[in-house]
């Protein structure tokens, strides 16, 4: 991130002097901080908002309802784990989760899930290719329904959220199943486990 | 039908939920978003360093003199979503600024915004999350999880611009 941040900096500040307009430059920079903190009313005002809402769904048993759902799937898809283990109900709550757009509720059951794999794998400090699955389906955006973006379009009036909303969903689909796809892959061609 | 109604009865769905578990929806509600205020006051001098790259990019004249913009089927891929698609697998808040930053010069019904809005919706922090999980119960070892993960992420940018394209046909 670092490199990133500093080339467009000095690449701009660099274009600016010799080829651009200082005076307006500076003017714009001055601006920075109130400009920031008026996208973060926006952006962090919705984030403590929905979390004050998905806080209650969690604690109230609602994504470990809807985690059962899916046990079925997820059972098949991480086979490889004894059945009848914890570590089942750790990688539902975070898949349920992600589902519904709770990335930080996610996290701490992800986490979980991995240590008991760890704890099955007898503590050894190597990755097993269920914990890859895991991490992979947590690196994409496996949302239905993107509460924080949608809410942020509604306050920039779009008038198309709801025609979007199936193609959120197409996508998020397609995704999902080109992660399993490349999990596949890289699970046949690598050897050891 | 519009997507306001959709937030109400998540939120209806939630409450009367808590009510029927005979939960306190008032105090884990105030649970919840101090976690999420804590996150947020975090959050400020990332959006800090990303509003200060892009608007120093912008206002040196760089953008306006190389006009660089990419169109196919007369919708116009402006320099910005290139920049976010770049950023997005590396800094979740650098990617939402570019996007706002889209909403506001193009629209946010724009095709540019409507392609931005799929591109921040299509992956995660990918680096952070490999990194932030394996470190979290101690795995040095991570294989290749980190080359599947960015294969999956260039997968899930061509999935995004795929179904923008199918959105903007089907209209």
């Known amino acids: 991130m670092n490199k990133i941040w500093v080339t467009i900096i000095i690449l701009s500040a660099l274009y600016g002097i010799f080829f651009g307009n200082v005076e307006e430059m500076v003017n714009s920079i001055l601006n920075v901080p109130k400009k920031t903190l008026e996208l973060l009313l926006l952006v962090g005002g919705l984030m403590i908002f929905w979390n004050g809402i998905f806080n209650i769904a969690i604690e109230s048993g609602l994504i470990r309802r809807l985690s059962k759902l899916i046990m079925p799937f997820t059972k098949k898809l991480f086979s490889k784990l004894p059945s009848d283990h914890i570590v089942h109900e750790y990688i539902c709550a975070n898949i349920c989760a992600n589902v519904l757009g709770l990335g930080n509720a996610a996290t701490p059951m992800g986490i979980k899930a991995l240590d008991e794999m760890k704890k099955l794998n007898e503590e050894k400090p190597v990755a097993t290719k269920s914990m890859i699955t895991l991490v992979l389906l947590n690196t994409t955006n496996l949302t239905l329904f993107p509460a924080t973006l949608f809410s942020l379009r509604e306050i920039y009036k779009s008038n198309i959220n709801i025609k979007l909303l199936p193609f959120f969903i197409v996508c998020t689909i397609l995704s999902i199943f080109f992660v399993l796809i490349v999990d596949y892959l890289f699970r046949k061609f690598s050897k050891e486990d | ?171």
């Open chain 2, 1 to 171: 039908m519009k997507s306001s109604l959709l937030i109400i009865i998540l939120i209806l769905i939630v409450i009367t939920y808590s009510i029927f578990e005979r939960k306190n929806a008032y105090n884990l509600f105030i649970e919840g978003a101090k976690e999420g205020t804590k996150f947020t006051v975090d959050l400020f001098p990332y959006m800090l360093t990303f509003v200060l790259a892009t608007t120093m990019l912008s206002s040196c004249g760089i953008t306006n003199n190389i006009n660089f913009q990419i169109s196919v089927k007369n919708i116009v891929f402006p320099f910005d979503i290139i920049l976010q698609a770049l950023i997005r697998p590396i800094s979740s808040s650098s990617s939402l600024t570019i996007m706002l930053e889209i909403y506001n010069k193009y629209g946010v019904d724009s095709p540019a915004g409507i392609i931005a809005s799929f591109i921040q919706n299509s992956t995660d922090t990918t680096l952070y999350v490999i990194t932030f999980y394996f470190g979290c119960v101690k795995i040095n070892k991570t294989k290749y999880a980190i080359k599947a993960g960015f294969l999956i992420d260039i997968i899930n940018f061509l999935i995004a611009i795929f179904v923008a394209f199918l959105y903007f046909k089907l209209q």
